[in-house]
């Protein structure tokens, strides 16, 4: 098992990894658990999934089994009137219909320092959970990051709290037709701070 770090175009000879990680998402969100969300060729992917986005992959060889999606809060994608920063921001902002815009009690950041996390999914386990928990802690610390927005269910909540990160909910719990859901913030630690999952899994930064 081992989790990468990817970021274009540094890591392209590895640009396969994040395709099966877009075919993962279609197979965990939208066949099994039904969302509406886009898809084409056997992949769902969207405007946040830009060459400027960084991609986290738990994958055993070429067989991806887990991932996640990091957007810094300052990033800007597209042109004219669709310029899109980050799902949570955006989404407040009201240009993501399918999303509430009372996701957050205040304004989301747009500081460098304020990372997004999203489209995190996992087939192998709460421990490889936990693991890309700890290897997103390790990018965003080397990367001087403070802090790591999630749009998750209240059970991913929990889980990053018992993996070691202080969790700050910043909006109430929401829900639509796909689940419930809110924002919360996970403080960026010294890796040394968290707890060790005990799997002994390589964590390079890609």
């Known amino acids: 098992m081992q989790i990468s770090i990817l ?5 392209a000879n590895r640009w396969n990894l994040v395709g099966a990680y877009l075919t993962l998402r279609r197979d965990v969100f939208i066949e099994r658990k ?12 969207e405007q946040y999934d830009s060459f400027d986005t ?5 994958h055993i060889g070429i067989e991806v089994v887990g991932g996640g999606r990091l957007r810094r809060a300052d990033q800007r994608t597209g042109h004219g009137n669709y ?3 980050y799902m949570i921001r955006d989404a407040v902002l009201g240009m993501l219909p399918g999303l509430p815009r009372e996701l957050c009690f205040d304004p989301p950041p747009v500081d460098p320092s304020t990372w997004e996390l999203t489209r995190f999914v996992n087939t192998a386990g709460a421990g490889i959970a ?6 997103i802690n390790d990018f965003l610390f080397a990367s001087d990051a403070k802090s790591c927005l999630c749009l998750g269910s209240p059970a991913f909540l929990r889980m990053a709290r018992r993996v070691g990160w202080q969790a700050r909910e910043m909006g109430p719990v929401c829900g639509n037709k796909d689940g419930r859901f809110l924002v919360f913030d996970l403080s960026v630690v010294d890796p040394a701070r968290l707890k060790d999952t005990g799997l002994g899994i390589d ?4």
């Not at 039904?34 to 056997?42: F, G, P, R």
């Not at 960084?54 to 738990?58: D, F, L, N, S």
């Not at 936990?130 to 290897?135: K, S």
């Open 203 to 206: 964590r390079p930064l890609g």
């Open 54 to 58: 960084t991609y986290v992959i738990a």
């Open 7 to 11: 970021r274009f175009p540094q890591d």
């Open 130 to 135: 936990n693991a890309m928990l700890g290897a």
């Open 34 to 45: 039904d969302w509406s969300l886009w898809q084409a060729e056997d992949l769902e992917f």
């Open 83 to 85: 310029r899109y920063s």
